[in-house]
C-alpha cells in the first residue's frame, strides 16, 4: 500500500490540466453495454474506479482497447449478466451496470452494494423506477437480480433527485417501449454527458440538464464516438488548493460553468478569480475569510467538494459553520483535520469550524476519497515536519496522478511505499 508525503508551507504557482470527470467517465463505460460495434471514448481519466468497471464489463463479456490514449469498448459478444460481489464490493457505481444489462440482455444479477463510509447509500430508487417499468425484481443471497422482456416506458418520480439512479433508469429507458419521463431528476453535468453520449448513439433523450427528463424509447442504438467533460472535482479540488496555500495558478481543461458555486464561495473567502471558456485563474487570498457552505443537489454546493473546503476554513479568519445535507455520515476527515491541528464541533449535520493560524502536520488516515483530498490540501498548509497520509487507494479512486499535479504547482508532495 502507498501513502503520500507532504511538506507544506509552498505557495501552489503554475498551471494545471483536468482530467476527464470520473463520475461521467463511469455511466459512459457502462452505457458501451447498449449497442454492439466498436465505442470510441476520449479523456477517460486513469483511475482505479475505471479500472474496476473495466474488470467487471470483461468479466460479462466486453472488449477494451486503448488507442492514442482513447478507450475502445465493444461489447458484441456479451456472455454473462452478472456482476459478482468480490469486484462490486470496491465499487459502489457498478450498480450503474444494472439499467443497460437489463436493457440489453433483459436479465441482470448485480450484487447489492453494502453501506459505506460517507453513508448507507441505499438504491432503492434504482428499483423502484426499474419496477415501475416491468422488470421483475428480486433479492437473493446478496444479489439484486432482475428481469424484463422488454422494459416498458414509465412516469418516475424520484423522492430524492439522484444522480446514478438517474443514469441507470435514463439507460434502461433508452431501449424501452413508449415514453418515460423523469421527474425530480438530478441535473448534474455527469448527467447532461451521459445524454449527450446516448444521443450520439440514437437514443432520443429531452430535458437533462433540468429536473424533467423525456425519453423515448427507440428499436435500437449503435456505437458512437464521445468525449468525457472535465472534472469539476479535480479541478475544485485544485482552486482550494490555490486559496489554502496563497498560491496563485492557472487551471487548464476545465468549464468554469460547471463550478459557479465553489467560485462564488471562494470569493467570498478572498480569493481573486478569473474564469476563461476553459480556464480559471485564482490567487488566494493573504488572509482566508471565514465562508458558511450548505451541500446541495447541483448547481448547489457539491458534497464532493465539502471537506476540501472544510481544510480551507480550518485556517480561515473566524468561524464558520458547513452543512452537509445530502450524505448522513460525510464528516469522517474532521477526526483527522483535528489531529492536525483543526478546531471542528460536529452536530448532527453540521459542523462548526473556528479557524486557526496554522495547522501542524502529523500522519492521517484517508478514509474515503473526498477526505483523502482535504487531508492532502491540508497537508499543503501544515508546518513542521511532514505530513503523511496512509490508505491512499481512496485517493486514486478518484484523482489522476495528483501528486504528480501537485508537484507541477511547486508543492513538495510525494508517494512511498509503506
Ligand atoms: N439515495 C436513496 N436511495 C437511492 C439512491 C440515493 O436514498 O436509491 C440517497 C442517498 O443515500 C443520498 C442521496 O440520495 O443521501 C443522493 O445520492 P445519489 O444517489 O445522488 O448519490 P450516488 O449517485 O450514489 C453520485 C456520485 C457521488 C456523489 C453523489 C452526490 C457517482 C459514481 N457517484 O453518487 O460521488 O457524491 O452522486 O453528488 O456519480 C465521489 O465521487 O466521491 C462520490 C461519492
Known sequence: ??????????????????????????????????????????????????????SIMSELGTDFREEDGELEVNSDNLKSYKAPYELVKTMRASILLLGPLLARCGKAKISLPGGCAIGARPVNLHLKALVAMGADIYLDHGYINAEANRLAGAEIF????????????????VTARGRTVLRNA?????????ARMLRAMGADIEGDGTDTIVINGVDGLKACQHEIIPDRIEAGTFMIGAAITG????????????????????????????TGDESIRIQGPAHIESVDIKTMPYPGFPTDLQAQFMSLMAVADGWSMIRETIFENRFIHVSELRRMGA??????????????????SAPVMATDLRASASLVLAGLVAEEGRTEVHRIYHLDRGYEAIEEKFRGLGATIWRERE
Open 1 to 54: 500500500m502507498d501513502k503520500i508525503i507532504i511538506k507544506g508551507g509552498k505557495p501552489l504557482s503554475g498551471m494545471v490540466n483536468i482530467s476527464g470527470a470520473k463520475n461521467a467517465a463511469l455511466p459512459i463505460i457502462a452505457a458501451c453495454l447498449l449497442a454492439g460495434g466498436w465505442h470510441r471514448l476520449k479523456r477517460i481519466p486513469q483511475l482505479r474506479d475505471i479500472r474496476t468497471i473495466k
Open 158 to 173: 424520484f423522492d430524492i433527485p439522484t444522480v446514478t439512479g438517474t443514469e441507470n433508469i435514463m439507460m434502461a429507458a
Open 186 to 194: 438530478a441535473n448534474e453535468p455527469e448527467v447532461g454527458d451521459l
Open 247 to 274: 498560491g496563485n495558478i492557472k487551471i487548464d481543461g476545465c468549464q468554469p460553468g460547471h463550478l459557479t458555486s465553489l467560485i462564488e464561495k471562494l470569493r467570498l473567502a478572498g480569493a481573486q478569480i478569473d
Open 343 to 360: 478546531d471542528i464541533e460536529i452536530n448532527g449535520s453540521q459542523a462548526l469550524i473556528k479557524g486557526k493560524d496554522r495547522l501542524f
